[in-house]
């Protein structure tokens, strides 16, 4: 010991050293013990050496002299999932105190199915400091909390809410009132439910026919009714149903989400449903032949009545076509008649004219012949038709002078007498007394006097 000191003595330098180490020693554990970093999506139960609590949500680093602290993260995770798998997609690593992974729950259906649920929950704590006081002061870490409420009510909501339907109404159409009424219960509570079998009847009622006796009116026979199990949901006062509340609701913890993600059934459903799905599928094969087979009747009597109404069509084009022409026919055929006809009108106008303008010169020239008859007249009874007498009588001696002068005369004429009672020799006596006679005649026959009538 002495020469320890002595030998500080001789190293006073060393000595300092040293002092300033254990110095730093002493003040870095004394900051240890004294300050820590909040971490964002954490809230903090920090307790001093004094006895003081405070409740620390803001990141950075917070000084608690002494003292001890728990961190409760936000929001906890409790899910039922499968195992591991190399396909498996982890985005974010929680600590065990933050969330929960059971294996795939096994619920029970109400038709007594059996079936493993694969489902996920999240939850919020409260952020406010009394809540969080008293969450902390009851459950005292994450871990409890998760252990002793949040995952029996996970599991309790779980395999009540598969009560509530049949795992063929689920498979049926039902998966998404089933993941809804878990998330309803999840946040409200658990409703208060009560088995009862009820028997309903069918509607369709099987007749036998062992009965020739009866004919058509056969007697009833076999099951018409069922016993089934259903759920009711009891109702308080006012209608509503009643429900088991979640006790966590009374700290302030809130669901975020409540999601299935898969339920795998039995294998005995399972081969039952492969063989309703078989049948289903058979039904629906046997329907689109059905209906196949509608069709195709249905378009042999299309093609049939397709060909009728082209031969219809053809037929009424054809009896068109020939009433058009024999339409045409008639309108020229009645053109032409009245073409005919008119001319025929004109032509009778025409001749009505005519007739009538025949009949006018008629009249005119019968005026005119009277006009002039009667001009003549008058000149002839005036004259005695002198004018005319000394014509027609100029023209006869012209005549037969022409033709005596023109006579053959021989140039002797030996004659026997003078021609007192002697045969003619043509001398001119005997010419002259032809030429009398000859003009006596036509003045007989031109009826006429010769002499002049003196009044």
Do not use: C
């Not at 300050?35 to 409740?55: D, K, L, M, Q, S």
């Not at 909501?157 to 795992?167: G, I, P, R």
């Amino acid at each position: 010991m002495e020469e320890n000191i002595n030998s500080m003595k001789r190293f006073p330098q060393k000595a300092k050293l040293v002092a300033g180490i254990v110095f730093v020693l002493t003040l870095g554990y004394v900051l240890s013990q004294s300050f820590f970093y909040a971490e964002p999506g954490y809230i903090y139960h920090v307790r001093t050496v004094t006895g003081n609590e405070a409740v620390v949500t803001e990141i950075g680093y917070k000084f608690y002299p002494f003292g001890r602290y728990n961190s409760w993260k936000r929001a906890m995770t409790v899910q039922a999932v499968s195992g591991s798998s190399k396909d498996a997609i982890t985005s974010e690593k929680d600590a065990d105190n933050a969330s929960a992974s059971l294996p795939p729950l096994s619920i029970m259906f109400l038709d007594q199915v059996d079936a493993h649920a694969e489902a996920t929950v999240r939850f919020s704590i409260p952020s406010d400091e009394e809540s969080f006081l008293k969450l902390a002061h009851e459950y005292r870490s994450p871990e409890n909390l998760l252990r002793t409420a949040l995952l029996p009510v996970f599991k309790e909501t779980l395999q009540a809410n598969a009560s509530l339907m049949t795992a063929e109404e689920y498979y049926a159409g039902g998966r998404t009132e089933f993941n809804s009424e878990f998330e309803n219960q999840m946040r409200s509570g658990i409703y208060l439910v009560k088995r009862e079998e009820v028997t309903i009847k069918s509607s369709r009622l099987a007749t036998a026919s062992a009965n020739a006796a009866l004919g058509t009116d056969q007697e009833e026979y076999g099951e018409d009714a069922k016993t089934v199990f259903v759920v009711q949901k009891v109702l308080d006062e006012t209608g509503q149903p009643r429900r088991k509340q979640q006790r966590f609701t009374d700290y302030g913890i809130t669901v975020v989400s409540a999601l299935v993600t898969d339920i795998k059934p039995n294998q005995k459903f399972i081969e039952r449903m492969q063989l309703k799905q078989k049948a289903s599928a058979d039904r629906a094969i046997a329907r689109e032949q059905r209906v196949q087979e509608e069709e195709q009747r249905l378009l042999a009597i299309a093609r049939g009545e397709r060909e009728v109404a082209e031969r219809q069509a053809k037929a009424k084009v054809e009896q068109i076509q020939k009433t058009t022409e024999a339409e045409t026919e008639k309108q020229l055929a009645i053109t032409r008649a009245e073409k005919l006809k008119a001319e025929a009108e004109i032509q009778r106008e025409t001749a009505e004219i005519n007739l009538e303008k025949a009949k006018v010169e008629a009249q005119t020239q019968r005026t005119l012949a009277d006009a002039e008859a009667y001009q003549k007249q008058v000149i002839l009874e005036a004259d005695n038709a002198l004018a005319q007498k000394l014509d027609a009588e100029i023209k006869i001696q012209q005549l037969w002078a022409e033709a005596y002068a023109k006579r053959q005369v021989p140039t002797n004429v030996f004659g026997g007498g003078s021609g007192d009672g002697g045969a003619p020799v043509g001398n001119d006596y005997e010419t002259k007394a032809f030429m009398q006679l000859l003009t006596l005649d036509a003045a007989k026959r031109l009826n006429y006097e010769r002499d002049l009538i003196k009044e």
